[in-house]
């Protein structure tokens, strides 16, 4: 375990219990944890902290709202968000499954009936968080999780976007 995992373990200690590392992007590092109040496993996504401090905890808060309002099947729920000992992190669901870069890595190339059930399913979750006013700004396949053939587009707190009414098309 490194020093910042075990300082993050300790952070969180009466909630979560750091189980593994599940990956990282250029914003957050993700791991796997059990959520020991509802006895499940969740992923937690922690900011960098070069980021968390250039971004600072009130105005993380404000941005997470966005997505703790979005409710689609496609898009990972917010399960809980805070600051422990520096860290800003939140909570959302874990998926089982593999982002679908590492499937197209695999399989190089998909089905047509696969790819169209993935692109309607992920246009399907972009329209409707167009329609709260929120665009997602960094769709890709490396931020596609597929579990059992189904796309769900991870929880971020910087990702998505809120727009104001009076600047929507
Ligand atoms: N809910 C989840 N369940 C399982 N693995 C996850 C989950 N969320 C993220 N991961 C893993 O962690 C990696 C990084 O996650 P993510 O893309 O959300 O972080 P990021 O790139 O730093 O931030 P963002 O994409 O919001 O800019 C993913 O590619 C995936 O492997
Ligand atoms: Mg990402």
Redesign the pocket.
């Known amino acids: 375990m490194t020093e910042i995992t075990s300082r993050l373990s300790t952070a969180l200690a009466d909630r979560y219990r750091i189980e593994s590392h ?7 590092t ?1 791991y796997l944890a059990e959520d020991l109040k509802h006895k499940r496993k969740v ?1 937690v ?1 922690v900011l960098r902290p070069e980021l968390a401090a250039v971004l600072g905890a009130e105005r993380f808060v404000q941005e997470i709202t966005t997505t703790a309002n979005l409710q689609h099947p496609h898009i ?1 729920p917010l399960f809980d968000s805070g600051e422990a000992d520096g860290f800003l992190y939140y909570v ?4 089982e499954g593999e ?1 679908l870069r590492d499937k197209l890595n695999r399989e190089t190339q998909l089905g047509i009936e696969e790819t169209v059930r993935i692109t309607c399913a992920v246009a399907d979750a972009l329209n409707y968080a167009h329609q709260q006013g929120v665009i997602h700004r ?1 769709i890709k396949p ?2 596609i ?1 597929i579990n059992e053939g189904r796309p769900s587009l ?1 929880t ?1 707190a ?2 998505w976007l809120s727009v104001p009414p009076g600047a929507r098309a």
Do not use: H, Q, Y
């Not at 959302?92 to 998926?95: Q, R, Y």
């Open positions: 599940l990956g990282e992007g250029g914003m957050a993700v992923a996504k990972l959302m669901p874990f998926i982002t960094d490396e931020n999780l991870p971020s910087l990702r």
